[in-house]
């Protein structure tokens, strides 16, 4: 896998504050990804098309357990130490098919929008959740945790979204940052 150049954490905090997306590289697990994060709230359909163009397309959201559970979105399986906390999929209510970038950009705002309704979501849906834990990357190491804690250190909300890049190709222009990183600026803060 090619490394970037690692970007400060402040530079991440800056971009995910702008509405840009980031390159977060999860180097806490035993096999490191990359992932391309954004602030939920942030979600437009040209925001979410240009990221499925450039990972897997499989995108994530990420938010608190507390959040997740006034959502009723449940755990897909039982919480473990360490294991990934998977939470149901959902799509926005009235949506077309779910899967377009714009039904997509609306369920993940609609996810990252304080006070929206659980009623507002069908379940199944073509947005996968993940249940972070509350303490962030200093709770559960993983890097899912340490994109929630880039987005709530940037005051640009509490949930963040997110793919696996499928390519070592660069990105120019976008910050990169190590999960370890923001782990050690979580220790150092």
Do not use: C, K, N, W
């Not at 949506?95 to 609306?106: E, F, K």
């Not at 849906?125 to 993983?142: E, F, K, N, S």
Request: glycine share 12%; no cysteine.
């Amino acid at each position: 896998m090619t490394v970037l150049q690692e970007s400060t954490t402040d530079t991440a905090l800056g971009a995910l504050r702008a509405g840009r997306p980031v390159v977060l590289l999860d180097d806490l697990g035993p096999h490191p990804e990359r992932e391309l994060v954004f602030a939920a709230r942030s979600a437009t359909t040209a925001l979410v098309a240009g990221v499925v163009r450039r990972t897997s397309g499989f995108l994530v959201v990420t938010l608190p357990e507390p959040e997740a559970d006034r959502l009723r979105l449940a755990a897909q399986s039982p919480a473990d130490r360490g294991a990934p906390a998977y939470g149901v999929s959902v799509d926005a209510e009235g949506v077309g098919t779910g899967i377009s970038a714009a039904d997509r950009a609306r369920t993940i705002s609609l996810l990252g929008t304080p006070g929206t309704a659980p009623d507002v979501f069908t379940r199944p849906g073509h947005v996968i959740t993940y249940r972070a834990h509350p303490d962030g990357v200093l709770g559960r190491a993983t890097g899912r945790e340490a994109a929630f804690d880039l987005v709530r250190l940037a005051g640009a909300g509490f949930a963040v979204a997110g793919a696996a890049l499928t390519s070592d190709e660069p990105l120019p222009g976008l910050p990169v940052v190590t999960a370890s990183g923001v782990l050690a600026h979580r220790l150092s803060h």
